[in-house]
């Protein structure tokens, strides 16, 4: 019997009596991390890491009914034993572990093996069956470190001192990893989008070191912002609220912008990769360490990963359809 089943609400463990990431409201929802995908409103019981919890309920409402674990504790559920282990994708994120009888599962939610100042190193967490996201399930996707990626974000803006810099990027995760690597190459003051702000003084409460910000709204009508880095979510591009800076120079920072030609599309003047996901390397790497035989792909390049799998390593490896979507926003 499978410990995870495809239900029209989500991943079910029946034995457990739980979903997880549920994309319809169910009873009890565990949430591997709150981007939108994965952590939707109308579920009568959350479980998801006590880091999470202030994302969880800035975006679910403050009247969730959440209940917050640590890394490695352990619950029983129903006739399971549940563990959250860190993933590595962004602040509080997990990967859930279900042991059942003899059998171990591991839901992976969305995860990356490089390093991140913003939240705990991905946990490799053997099992049998390993269920595995794919969002960049193609030899093409290869990631240089955050620390080099962001040095270049970093020479892009100092570069331009008569125009403000206008950086696009995921409002939660990727704008505040961006604010922490640059702790390492300034100490100057960054502007952010409101919706950036909220998330990024989220961080800042738990602990997170990251250079100075001031939400936009903090400076008068009339500002210019020359040679100023602001901080935007890719929906603010080529919006009412972009009109407010002068001839900006403007990028965007995400795992797409490092194949040729996904830039210009966009229409953006530069493209940074830098992914809360695991390039190809990684989610090999992670599969093999995990030593599961059985592995479902979820997000994505799904039969590709699958196939190489299959092919390379003998693994018994199947795409997986769910309603996740990845690094989308595109
Ligand atoms: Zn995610
Ligand atoms: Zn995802």
């Not at 991140?116 to 399930?137: L, S």
Request: charged content about 20%; aromatic content about 12%; proline content about 5%.
């Amino acid at each position: 019997m499978a410990l995870i089943n495809v239900l029209p609400e989500g991943l079910y463990c029946e034995p457990g009596g739980f979903f997880i990431d549920p994309w319809r409201g169910v009873d009890t929802a565990l949430i591997t991390h709150a981007h939108s995908d994965h952590a939707r409103s109308g579920s009568s019981h959350y479980i998801a890491t006590e880091k999470s919890k202030d994302v969880l309920r800035h975006r679910l409402g403050n009247t969730i009914n959440f209940q917050g674990v640590e890394y490695g504790e352990k619950l029983k559920l129903g006739n399971t034993w549940v563990s959250f282990h860190a993933a590595g994708h962004v602040l509080g994120s997990a990967q859930i572990r279900i042991e059942h009888r003899d059998q171990v599962w591991v839901i992976s939610g969305d995860y990356k093996r490089c390093e991140d100042p913003t939240c705990a190193p991905f946990e490799v967490v053997p099992c049998d069956t390993f269920i595995t996201e794919a969002t960049f399930g193609l030899p093409i996707y290869r990631w240089d470190t955050g620390e080099a990626t962001t040095r270049r974000i970093y020479q892009w803006w100092r570069d331009e001192l008569e125009r403000p810099s206008l950086l696009f990027c995921y409002a939660f995760g990727k704008a505040q990893r961006v604010l922490s690597e640059l702790c390492q190459f300034t100490d100057q003051l960054v502007y952010v989008h409101g919706a950036i702000h909220v998330l990024t003084e989220i961080y800042r409460q738990l602990g997170v070191k990251m250079v100075d910000t001031l939400p936009i709204s903090d400076r008068p009508r009339n500002h210019q912002f020359k040679g100023d880095l602001i901080l935007a979510p890719p929906a603010a591009y080529r919006s009412a609220w972009m009109k407010r800076f002068p001839h900006p120079q403007t990028a965007f920072a995400s795992g797409w912008m490092s194949v040729r030609g996904a830039r210009r599309r966009r229409g953006y003047e530069r493209g940074f990769g830098l992914s809360d996901h695991a390039d190809w390397r990684g989610l090999i790497q992670t599969v093999r360490q995990t030593q599961a035989q059985t592995i479902y792909v979820t997000h994505g390049q799904t039969e590709v990963l699958a196939r190489y799998l299959n092919e390379t390593y003998g693994l018994n490896a199947l795409p997986l359809k769910t309603l996740f979507e990845g690094e989308g926003d595109l």
